[in-house]
């Protein structure tokens, strides 16, 4: 009756197991992976002899001899069962496999039959060499991973033929107990596991005494290369959107594609930790210390059988993990994290201001600890204090030249919020957005030396309403040329500008740039009142070292199925030029202005040319910069998720361009030194040019609101950077703003 029942052992061949599918950076490293059982495929050819013998050693000697069932073996194990109560397995490699892709793990007479059924059939269908293959594709070896291969990589960042004796040995233990045996989670029971393996080894003659002694010695040193804590997480979840719009699920998930994209994966790693690192400083200077999460004694529970689904997870450095305090005096206290301990001394909670650590941590509370060093040996963690931030992040880069995105960072930690920033999160850019106001004049005839009133004004806007522009400083400066206007970000002087050539210009220029809204023809659109995403800004800000023609972004070079079959590739796509190239290079010269003696001076610690714009909307709810060197283009926002201040000294200046300054300055490092290539002259002959704008009635009471401007005539000599630097020293330099 079983036999009638079984399916047909040809199913074996035919139903391919799922096979991850891997996200690579542009140098071929893995971001991360999309499986349901993290599975590589390989044939009985690419197992090294050392792997394959220390598997028989450890579940099945005799495998080549026997076909299929080992009743000898079996014989032994009923009997030693009988006499002295032993629970040992007695089944085999084609057993096992049977056991995987046919019936159950349950432990039931029925399901022993079948097995013992299918592998007399597997036996007849396949040679030993095609079993052997399917079973060190199958076998479940813990964290997800299925397959000698696939655990090879997850434990040791390593291929098959590369492994040890001592390696391959440890993996074979794995077989019979995952979880127990995990060198991740309990090392010492896996080195017991390894060593027991090889003993079999040598006793099966498969290894000499020398190499197994030399196998015994050997440091087990683990890494967590499961990829479970990818350094682009949030790339990586829009990669899979990608995907899923254009691809069946199960090809996805275990159709093992190999998908190139254009991160570069050091600066996605200087993206990530510099946004942290600035999130959290920031974090700790205006918040403080906010105390442990809870206490669980206030919840009934008690610690020693209290736990936390962060201890779930493999442990790494770097990891913010919650922790239970077990015990807390004046000078330490321990903190349980399961399996693991930790002690905290004062200088772990130096940053609360307090001296005591009985003064932050008491018994029974729950905290944030990131985790700096974690000793599997022992189960001990060396931790620090720390704390979720309330407030979020993005970094976005993009290459200037091609419109790949080399860094993308959609929030503070992936774990805690999916929700990506960097291309979802409408947020009003504030100053940022004044460059295309500028565009939008300079393309009107005004040039960077026209000069235009800072003083109070006010206008009436589209439905008659006044309208009374302010500083943020709520300060005036007189006349001030274009270009310090943009560099110190004064708000009267752009809305002035707004005025004289209309709202609708600045809309028309900000559409050309990638900003397709539904602008309101209000002069407040100068100041950046609509909602953009980060994406969007900093790609429209890759047209000006571009010489006025944007890159069209993208994020994925091309897809490849499991066999290296092409199945989409993209290239870079150049819109037509936004702006003239002598447009571009005088935005250039002025936003270089920002940088050189405006609201982003900090910038000048990178020691190469650097262009950019600060932005703080109103009550400081969102902080931003974007700045740009030849070669690339990178923004950085920072807010609450709800629109609340982030304080009231809190400027692009001070929160979003360091965070900028700290990512570029490793983000560059290896790329060198250029210019910025002008293509056109820089006009300087109209410096001494006042402009007559509308609301200029302390200048000229007949000044004509209808008058244009006429457009200066251009010098014979583009100025050389030296040049340019000199008319920065001898221009009237206004003071930073706090933008």
């Known amino acids: 009756a079983y036999i009638v029942n079984l399916p047909r052992v040809e199913e074996l061949q035919k139903n391919q197991p799922g096979i991850v599918s891997y996200v690579y950076s542009d140098d071929g490293r893995v971001l991360g992976q999309f499986a349901l059982e993290k599975r590589i495929l390989v044939s009985y050819d690419q197992i090294p002899e050392t792997v394959k013998r220390a598997i028989l050693a ?86 997800g991973n299925y397959g000698i291969a696939a655990a090879a990589r997850a434990y040791f960042g390593k291929t ?43 006793e099966q003659n498969f290894i000499s005494q020398e190499e197994y002694e030399e196998a015994l010695a050997e440091e087990v040193v683990v890494q967590d290369h499961s990829y479970q804590q990818s350094p682009a ?50 974090d700790k200077r205006t918040r403080g210390w906010a105390g442990p999460v809870k206490n669980i004694f206030d919840e009934g529970q008690n610690i020693e059988t209290y736990t936390h689904p962060d201890w779930a997870q493999i442990f790494t450095a770097g990891k913010m993990i919650h922790g239970v305090v077990v015990e807390a005096d004046e000078d330490s ?44 040996s022992d189960d ?31 929030g503070f930690d992936f774990e805690y919020s999916k929700f990506n920033r960097a291309t979802q999160a409408m947020r009003q850019p504030g100053s940022i957005f004044k460059p295309f106001t500028y565009v939008a004049a300079l393309e009107h005839g005004f040039s960077p030396f026209d000069q235009v009133l800072d003083a109070p004004v006010e206008f009436l806007d589209a439905l008659g309403r006044p309208y009374a522009p302010s500083n943020s400083d709520g300060e005036f400066r007189g006349l001030i040329t274009i270009r310090q206007a943009l560099a110190g970000s004064r708000n009267i002087p752009t809305v002035r500008l707004a005025h004289a050539i209309g709202p609708e210009k600045i809309a028309d220029v900000a559409r050309r740039f990638g900003i397709n809204r539904d602008f309101q023809p209000y002069l407040s659109l100068a100041l950046g009142s609509v909602e953009v995403t980060l994406q969007e800004m900093v790609s429209a800000f890759t047209a000006f070292p571009n010489h006025g023609v944007r890159p069209e972004p993208f994020f994925i070079k091309r897809v490849e199925d499991s066999n290296g079959v092409l199945l989409e590739e993209n290239r870079p796509f150049v819109h037509d030029e936004v702006l003239s190239p002598e447009i571009a290079d005088q935005m250039i010269y002025m936003l270089e202005g920002v940088v ?57 200046a001070t929160l979003a361009l360091p965070i900028w ?79």
């Open 58 to 143: 450890a579940e099945d000697a005799n495998f080549f001899e026997h076909s299929g069932i080992d009743f000898r073996r079996l014989l032994v194990t009923v009997i030693r069962d009988i006499i002295y109560g032993e629970r040992k397995g007695a089944s085999t490699l084609t057993m096992q496999l049977s056991k995987m892709r046919f019936t159950s793990p349950e432990k039931t007479p029925s399901r022993k039959i079948k097995d013992f059924l299918y592998a007399i059939n597997i036996e007849k269908n396949y040679s030993k060499e095609q079993i052997f293959a399917f079973y060190c594709n199958q076998v479940p070896l813990g964290h």
């Open 160 to 202: 098959l033929d590369e492994l040890t004796i001592s390696e391959s040995a440890l993996l074979a233990g794995l077989i019979q107990l995952p979880a127990r045996y995990s060198p991740i989670i309990h090392l010492d029971r896996a080195i017991n596991r390894r060593d027991w393996v090889l003993s079999q080894m040598r």
């Open 233 to 282: 997480p949030y790339f990586v979840e829009w990669v899979r959107q990608y995907l899923d719009a254009k691809y069946q699920s199960d090809l996805i998930w275990q159709g093992g594609l190999r998908i190139y994209t254009t991160v570069d994966y050091d600066m996605q790693i200087a993206a990530q930790e510099a946004l942290r690192n600035g999130i959290k400083d920031f």
């Open 333 to 376: 206290a321990e903190i349980s994290f399961g399996n693991f301990r930790a002690t905290i001394t004062p200088e772990e909670i130096q940053w609360t201001g307090r001296k005591k650590v009985s003064d932050v941590l008491k018994r029974g509370d729950v905290a944030v600890f990131t985790l700096e060093e974690v000793r599997r």
């Open 380 to 410: 001990l963690i060396r931790a620090r204090l720390d704390q979720i931030p309330e407030v979020q992040g993005a970094v976005l880069t993009i290459e200037n030249r091609t419109g790949e995105i080399k860094a993308m960072v959609g």
């Open 596 to 652: 050189q003696f405006g609201t982003s001076t900090r910038a000048k610690e990178l020691s190469r040319p650097v262009a950019g714009k600060t932005g703080t909307t109103n009550d400081s709810t969102d902080s931003w910069f974007i700045g740009f060197i030849p070669q690339l283009t990178s923004g950085v926002w920072v807010g609450y998720d709800e629109k609340r201040s982030l304080g009231r000294r809190v400027f692009g």
């Open 661 to 739: 300054v700290d990512f570029m300055k490793t983000a560059v490092s290896d790329l060198p030194v250029e210019e910025f290539e002008l293509t056109s002259q820089i006009d300087s002959s109209s410096v001494a040019r006042v402009l007559d704008l509308p609301g200029d009635s302390e200048l000229n009471d007949d000044a004509s609101p209808a008058e244009e401007p006429t457009p200066s005539s251009p010098s014979t000599a583009q100025p050389s950077r030296r040049e340019r630097e000199e008319m920065i020293q001898v221009e009237d330099i206004v003071p930073p703003e706090r933008d």
